[in-house]
């Protein structure tokens, strides 16, 4: 069976538009005093600059949420708290408020999901109107239970960041956890600059709160992790391999058949919008082109399929079926660690997309072939 290679592009191209049309939409409430750089974190964390240029609409009389079309984040920013106990109040009200009305929606693109307490490192404390209401808010979010991390901001002097992270875990407030950051390089002078630092964690601790059907979400968004999009796209990887071993058990010999093409598509989609990236047909193309070989077999899946066998002999049919099963799921598997490989160095840069729309098919199998080498002998040497 002759494959269109064009097809399976097009076929990639579409999951992929439909996969990012249907993430779910992640919503933040960012809190804390006027010039804490809520809007320099934001900035710094997310790939669309929303406390920049996001369109903000009022939800509440003090609470505003940003978002833009088609990007699935929304910031609910809240104004700073030096406006007086009474405010302080009438927005923790607020807040609870929008939290309860999205969780009576049963709608979780409605719901808030996380909110950043933000306090300025630089001020080596915390206030004492801001315990307050830490403490308040947690007392009556204990039947919501959002998540509330609390964001040391400027943390430019690490020695301070640290004593002030102790001096606020002395209170036990019902939080998840406290990340010192500095969401930018600080130049004090042409001899030193501060480097940023935190958002790695900040994000990992996100990833350890928000609900499974957020995880795709978070990784689509941020801009500061590549290991934890590469840990969320291995994950999506191993189920497809899950899903391809199932489709292994079948009587006929799957290494030559076109059976795994939907569950790989499907798979290189979802690692796709997990990197947050917009992917060309010609990438695609160029990407198929150099792992589809006639008749429908992925190379490395017929190169694997040998070797397997061979090591069977005269393999009888119940063997055949386990080793067309396993065979699914290392075809599956190369081929999606070969495509993290691919997504990562264009995320990095080490790999323009420009290079990509011009270079052939036989060049990006190389690279590809190249690339599972280098997976196969760190899998070796960790065998080892």
């Known amino acids: 069976m002759e494959l269109d290679i064009n097809?399976?592009?097009?076929?990639?191209?579409?999951?992929?538009?439909?996969?990012?049309?249907?993430?779910?939409?992640?919503?933040?409430?960012?809190?804390?005093?006027?010039?804490?750089?809520?809007?320099?974190?934001?900035?710094?964390?997310?790939?669309?600059?929303?406390?920049e240029t996001g369109i903000g609409r009022p939800v509440t009389t003090e609470i505003r949420k940003i978002s833009k079309p088609g990007y699935p984040l929304s910031i609910y920013d809240t104004p700073g708290f030096e406006l007086g106990q009474d405010k302080q109040k009438q927005i923790r009200t607020e807040l609870l408020s929008e939290i309860k009305k999205g969780i009576r929606s049963g709608n979780v693109d409605e719901a808030v999901h996380c909110i950043w307490y933000c306090v300025n490192a630089a001020s080596s404390r915390i206030e004492p109107e801001e315990v307050r209401w830490l403490k308040e808010f947690s007392e009556e979010n204990r039947i919501?239970?959002?998540?509330?991390?609390?964001?040391?901001?400027?943390?430019?002097f690490r020695k301070r960041a640290a004593a002030l992270k102790t001096e606020i875990e002395k209170?036990?407030?019902?939080?998840?956890?406290?990340?010192?950051?500095?969401?930018?390089?600080?130049?004090?002078?042409?001899?030193?600059?501060?480097?940023?630092?935190?958002?790695?964690?900040?994000i990992e601790m996100m990833g350890d709160c928000l609900p499974e059907e957020l995880q795709d979400t978070l990784q689509n968004v941020q801009i500061v992790s590549l290991k934890a999009k590469k840990k969320r796209a291995h994950a999506i990887v191993a189920g497809s391999v899950t899903a391809a071993f199932g489709e292994g058990f079948v009587p006929i010999p799957l290494a030559?058949?076109?059976?795994l093409i939907p569950t790989q598509v499907a798979m290189i989609a979802s690692v796709t919008a997990v990197f947050g990236m917009n992917i060309s047909k010609s990438i695609l193309?160029?990407?198929?082109?150099?792992?589809?070989?006639?008749?429908?077999?992925?190379?490395?899946?017929?190169?694997?399929?040998?070797?397997?066998?061979?090591?069977?002999?005269?393999?009888?049919?119940?063997?055949?079926?386990?080793?067309?099963?396993?065979?699914a799921g290392l075809i599956t598997?190369?081929?999606?660690?070969?495509?993290?490989?691919?997504?990562s160095k264009l995320y990095t840069g080490e790999i323009s997309k420009e290079r990509l729309d011009n270079v052939t098919g036989e060049e990006l199998a190389a690279f590809l072939r190249e690339e599972m080498q280098k997976e196969k002998e760190k899998e070796g040497s960790m065998a080892g």
């Open 333 to 343: 598997t190369a081929l999606g660690e070969a495509y993290i490989s691919l997504m």
């Open 7 to 51: 097809q399976i592009a097009v076929d990639m191209l579409n999951a992929v538009n439909q996969k990012i049309r249907n993430l779910k939409h992640l919503n933040i409430a960012v809190v804390g005093k006027t010039g804490v750089g809520k809007s320099t974190l934001i900035n710094s964390v997310f790939r669309e600059n929303l406390a």
């Open 171 to 202: 209170y036990n407030l019902d939080i998840i956890g406290i990340v010192p950051v500095l969401a930018q390089d600080v130049n004090f002078d042409e001899d030193y600059t501060c480097k940023a630092y935190g958002l790695e964690t900040l």
């Open 256 to 259: 030559d058949s076109a059976m």
């Open 285 to 327: 193309t160029g990407f198929v082109s150099s792992v589809l070989g006639a008749g429908g077999a992925t190379v490395v899946g017929k190169t694997i399929a040998g070797n397997l066998l061979k090591l069977v002999p005269g393999a009888g049919t119940a063997v055949g079926g386990t080793i067309s099963a396993v065979t």
């Open 144 to 156: 919501t239970q959002v998540p509330v991390v609390v964001v040391l901001t400027q943390s430019c």
